[in-house]
Each structure stands twice: as structure tokens, then as C-alpha cells.
């Protein structure tokens, strides 16, 4: 647990990929969209990444990519990002972690 929370205290958005998910790349999408700018720790490029992963599937989230950090708190993987944006709950987050300072819904 402590090399996620390590990693995760470094930005405001974080988001643990792998460059085979087509998912996450959608996530990585999405909140760049936004204007944050996350930092994004690819686990097939990482010597620890099989360590990492197995202490995301601990945290719960399955499967264990895409997931997403904001403000240093798991959100959880697409669905749950996916979710939040549908009830525009994503955008508060993200300025709630200053991932973003303003947002122009037009």
C-alpha cells in the first residue's frame, strides 16, 4: 500500500494504465480533456508494476486498470470516472484536488 500512496501523493490526478487498455486510454482522455494534466504510471513499463497491481486489486479495484487518483483519493476505475461525469460530479473533484482552476461548460 505504501508505494501507491507514495506515488499518488505526487499529483493531483493519478491514473495507474497499461498501454494494452483501450480503457484506459479513454480515462487518460477524458480527464485530459478537462485540462488536468495527470500523471499516468503505465504498469507494463514499471519494474514494480506486478506489485502495484496486486496492491490495487487489494484496494478493489477490478480489473486493475484502469485506476484513478484524485486528490490523492481512489475513485476507482472507468465505471466509477464514467459515473461521476455522468452526474457532473467529476469536474467539482477535479477542481476540488486544483487538477483544474476553471472550467468553461460552453
Not at 493531483?12 to 483501450?22: P, T
Amino acid at each position: 500500500m505504501d508505494v501507491v500512496r507514495e506515488l499518488v501523493h505526487e499529483k493531483a490526478v493519478v491514473i495507474f494504465s497499461k498501454n494494452s487498455c483501450c480503457i484506459s486510454h479513454s480515462m487518460k482522455q477524458l480527464i485530459s480533456g478537462y485540462g488536468a494534466n495527470p500523471i499516468v504510471y503505465e504498469l507494463d513499463e514499471m519494474p514494480n508494476g506486478q506489485e502495484i497491481e496486486k496492491v490495487l486489486k487489494k484496494m478493489g479495484c477490478k480489473p486493475s486498470v484502469p485506476a484513478v487518483f484524485i486528490g490523492e483519493r481512489f475513485v476507482g476505475g472507468a465505471n466509477e470516472v464514467i459515473s461521476l461525469q455522468v452526474q457532473g460530479n467529476l469536474v467539482p473533484m477535479l477542481m476540488e484536488a486544483r487538477a483544474i482552476w476553471i472550467w468553461n461548460r460552453t
